[in-house]
């Protein structure tokens, strides 16, 4: 069956514009990830959610930063008035349900340059 | 806050030669998971091994297993007879158990040398 799918895959634009980010899960997956990984760093948490409603935003950096599932399936990270420390690869990942032991699986991300 | 250390940014070994990345990680929790993922080029993040921390046996997945010691807070991973294809990145990661988001490490970056 098909993986974690995100688009676009790599995303150019220049600074104070607004990027949209899709992630689409594995089908039947309840639980959606958003984390971000800056150049050589590991991966920083930054939205959960399960079903359409995300009980933890704790890791959005800031007030630019938003997401929205719809229909359970797929979710949507938008970015406004992008900053160059926003650069960075953006990665979903999808789980069956939030149970601690079921492993989660990535989509390859998304490159995201700001200029 | 739970934190997961990884102290080796750079480790390289010999093609089919044994190799141990280090993880050590905080948590006041007694009940939790941990796991190691690895990133080619890719950019995929692929699930290697996990581990409960109330199983005491070390989990093993073919070449990789892990040296799992709960008191020392270590999650150490071993590959035997490295592949040219095991050239990664290495990720160690916690799960709270909270909602099941991964907390990770910033990685150890893999070479292996034919």
């Known amino acids: 069956g098909a993986g974690v799918s995100q688009s676009p895959s790599n995303k150019v634009t220049e600074k104070g514009k607004d990027v949209e980010l899709r992630c689409d899960p594995i089908?039947?997956?309840?639980?959606l990830y958003w984390y971000r990984q800056s150049l050589g760093q590991g991966l920083e948490f930054l939205i959960y959610f399960q079903g359409n409603s995300a009980p933890d935003k704790s890791g959005l950096p800031s007030d630019r930063f938003s997401a929205e599932r719809t229909g359970g399936s797929v979710s949507t990270l938008t970015i406004q008035r992008t900053q160059q420390e926003d650069s960075a690869v953006y990665l979903c990942?999808?789980?069956?349900?939030?149970?601690?032991?079921?492993?989660?699986?990535f989509g390859d991300g998304t490159r995201l340059s700001i200029l | 806050a739970q934190t997961v250390t990884q102290s080796q940014p750079e480790m390289s070994v010999q093609e089919a030669e044994t190799v141990t990345l280090s993880c050590t990680y905080d948590?006041?929790?007694?009940?939790?998971?941990l796991f190691w993922y690895k990133q080619p080029p890719s950019r995929q993040m692929i699930l290697v091994i996990r581990q409960e921390a109330y199983k005491q046996q070390n989990a093993t997945e073919n070449r990789f297993s892990v040296n799992f010691q709960k008191a020392a807070k270590s999650f150490s991973l071993k590959i035997s007879d490295s592949q040219l294809g095991d050239a990664a990145m290495y990720f160690c990661?916690?799960?709270?158990?909270?909602?099941?988001?991964?907390?990770f490490g910033a990685g150890t970056r893999l070479a292996v040398h034919p």
């Open positions: 948590t006041s929790e007694s009940d939790y998971y």
């Open positions: 089908s039947g997956h309840t639980a």
């Open positions: 990661a916690y799960n709270d158990g909270g909602y099941n988001k991964l907390i």
């Open positions: 990942a999808s789980s069956l349900n939030r149970v601690q032991n079921q492993p989660q699986h």
